[in-house]
């Protein structure tokens, strides 16, 4: 830290992503991406006449991707706020709605990134209990008075809300914003989008990070009633208009417009995930109901720090979370089914090795 840091960033915790490891050799199972490579389109439109405008500046209305994005979703273009990745939305929503007296309102156990933004802006937070089986309970969360983020389904836990209690909750906030992180939703949730032509307090933030196979392109995007939106589109042009480079938008084009791969790679993912807690299930650990590209689970008597360690020893990379009352969880992203079935042979094995030395 420089002696120029302003006062209020110098306590700032930085959010701290999962780990990206040099060792290839890993089965990587610790950041939720895509076991599936993105839309095969997406190897045509990148070619060398593509690199060659790169010269150029991107489209800074992204008119091309956010129309496609509208398309999908069923709702206008002038709905969509196109983003460097969700968190970029979340970021600007945070810094577009929260405010220093209002503050924000967010589950205990969620996604991290929310806490970091909070602390970004010093905004006052209320950080709300989940229930002992790890569900949310929409009545904690009416009438706040404050903006509310909700990741839909929730991280790390995978349990997803219905629409009608989003509702609900909407109901019961008409004067704040409320935020519905959908970086998830496409695997087996129902999503708020519909919701967004009814109320004018719902943004629906989503990403193309998991479900399209694209987190190193860093597509995300916002849905919401038009002046939301607008105000998202000012933090957007008074920081960086050009957020979205020309290659990342071709891919989100192309991403949008193949709906059947889209679909069978989340019916993939389901399936194998299905596999997994059943599996999972069979030997004895705790997994709760996802509706993600990921379980949240835990051992019946070893502690989270030690599977994590002897799951890494095995060449398998998975994320847990130094939390309280979580600390004994993995977070296993849903690989391919050979992955899952590696996974499976190494719990095997380390349960083999136990029953020999005891
Ligand atoms: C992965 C994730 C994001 C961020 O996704 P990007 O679009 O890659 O920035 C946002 N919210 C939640 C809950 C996530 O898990």
Do not use: W
């Amino acid at each position: 830290m420089s002696r120029f840091l302003d006062k209020r960033l110098q306590n700032l915790e930085k959010y701290t992503p999962g780990e990206q490891p040099k060792n290839t050799g890993l089965i990587k199972l610790n950041t939720n991406e895509s076991p599936f490579a993105p839309a095969p389109e997406i190897m045509n439109i990148i070619n060398s006449s593509e690199a060659e405008k790169l010269r150029l500046y991107p489209d800074p209305d992204t008119k091309e991707l956010s129309e496609a994005i509208a398309g999908f979703l069923g709702v206008k273009s002038e709905n969509i706020c196109t983003g460097n990745g969700s968190d970029d939305m979340l970021n600007f929503a945070f810094m577009a709605f929260c405010g220093t007296e209002k503050g924000v309102a967010f589950p205990e156990i969620s996604y991290g990134f929310y806490q970091v933004y909070a602390d970004l802006y010093n905004l006052n937070v209320k950080k709300i209990p989940l229930k002992d089986d790890f569900t949310i309970d929409c009545r904690d969360y009416f009438g706040l008075s404050r903006t509310i983020f909700i990741a839909n389904p929730n991280a790390p836990t995978g349990i997803a809300l219905s629409v009608d209690e989003i509702e609900r909750i909407l109901i019961e906030n008409e004067d704040v914003v409320v935020v519905i992180d959908e970086a998830y939703v496409d695997f087996g949730a129902e999503s708020a989008v519909k919701l967004t032509k009814k109320y004018d307090n719902l943004l629906v933030v989503q990403t193309m990070s998991k479900s399209r196979s694209l987190a190193g392109a860093r597509l995300g995007y916002a849905v919401g009633n038009k002046e939301l939106i607008d105000d998202l589109k000012l933090i957007k042009f008074s920081t960086n208009p050009y957020s979205i480079n020309r290659l990342s938008s071709k891919c989100g084009v192309a991403s949008m417009l193949d709906v059947k791969y889209f679909e069978d790679c989340c019916n993939e993912i389901i399936k194998t995930r299905e596999f997994l807690l059943d599996n999972l299930t069979k030997r004895g650990f705790f997994t709760l109901i996802s509706s993600a590209n990921f379980v949240f689970t835990k051992h019946r008597d070893r502690r989270g720090s030690e599977m994590y360690d002897i799951l890494r020893d095995n060449g398998i990379l998975v994320r847990r979370f130094e939390k309280k009352g979580i600390e004994d969880f993995l977070r296993i992203t849903i690989g391919s089914q050979s992955e899952m079935e590696e996974l499976l042979r190494v719990l095997d094995k380390m349960e083999e090795n136990n029953a020999k030395n005891s």
